[in-house]
Nanobody
Framework: VQLQASGGGLVQAGGSLRLSCAASGRTFSSYTIGWFRQAPGKEREFVATISWSGGTTVYADSVKGRFAISRDNAKNAVYLQMNRLKPEDTAIYYC???????????????WGQGTLVTVSS
């Protein structure tokens, strides 16, 4: 499966953005999709993940209550709605796919190219 993340940009603190992860491949609906982010000088960290059916989601504590992950298997897409953004949310955001349901980035087999989110204070 090939992934492409989009929707990043510059937003003021308190604002919102919606990231999209578009996938190619007929087996998209069989994959867990995760969102991860990497800030300058920091390691890649887990943000959110959604099971193949969309029935199970997990969030990092730092984004819980502010971000929402969803998917539309008919459109081969996963979304990350980000609300009440903070400057510490500034990072490159990546979507990734794997058949396992996991929050560990190293276990994901397929990665998109990333989209930059910048939150100004």
């Amino acid at each position: 499966v090939q992934l492409q993340a989009s929707g990043g940009g510059l937003v003021q603190a308190g604002g919102s953005l919606r990231l999209s992860c578009a996938a190619s491949g007929r087996t998209f609906s069989s994959y867990t999709i995760g969102w991860f982010r990497q800030a300058p000088g920091k390691e890649r960290e887990f943000v959110a993940t959604i099971s193949w059916s969309g029935g199970t989601t997990v969030y990092a504590d730092s984004v819980k209550g502010r971000f929402a992950i969803s998917r539309d298997n008919a459109k081969n897409a996963v979304y990350l709605q980000m609300n009440r953004l903070k400057p510490e949310d500034t990072a490159i955001y990546y979507c990734a796919a794997d058949h396992k349901f996991t929050v560990v980035p190293d276990t994901y087999d397929y990665w998109g190219q990333g989209t930059l989110v910048t939150v100004s204070s």
